[in-house]
Nanobody
Framework: QVQLVESGGGLVQAGGSLRLSCATS????????MGWYRQAPGKQRELAAT????????YSDSVKGRFAASRPNRLKNIVYLQMNNLEPSDTAVYYC????????WGQGTQVTVSA
């Protein structure tokens, strides 16, 4: 079992920045890919960023160039999402995930971007 806890969400004005963190515990040795999904009100959950065990990251078109995922300490399996130049359309609950033999999710953290 793997447990994930996100932090760092909040309210920010358009153009501002936030950094989300996702800390893991439990059977973290088996984690491969980690990343972030987001779900806006009334919409399906969508992938925002994914980062491999060796640090290679991919982004959705909607966040590319503004968001950056990082995984600075592979052994600790902590992942960050630096979000810059935020837009009201980025308002969503952001969920961290970790993939090993199963897919694990955090509880989500709210990000609200005001115009």
């Amino acid at each position: 079992q793997v447990q994930l806890v996100e932090s760092g969400g909040g309210l920010v004005q358009a153009g501002g920045s936030l950094r989300l963190s996702c800390a893991t515990s439990g059977s973290t040795f088996s984690i491969d890919t980690m990343g972030w999904y987001r779900q806006a009100p009334g919409k399906q959950r969508e992938l925002a960023a994914t980062i491999s065990a060796v640090g290679g990251a991919n982004y959705s078109d909607s966040v590319k160039g503004r968001f950056a995922a990082s995984r600075p300490n592979r052994l600790k399996n902590i992942v960050y999402l630096q979000m810059n130049n935020l837009e009201p359309s980025d308002t969503a609950v952001y969920y961290c995930y970790a993939k090993s033999t199963e897919l694990y999710w955090g509880q989500g953290t709210q990000v609200t971007v005001s115009a």
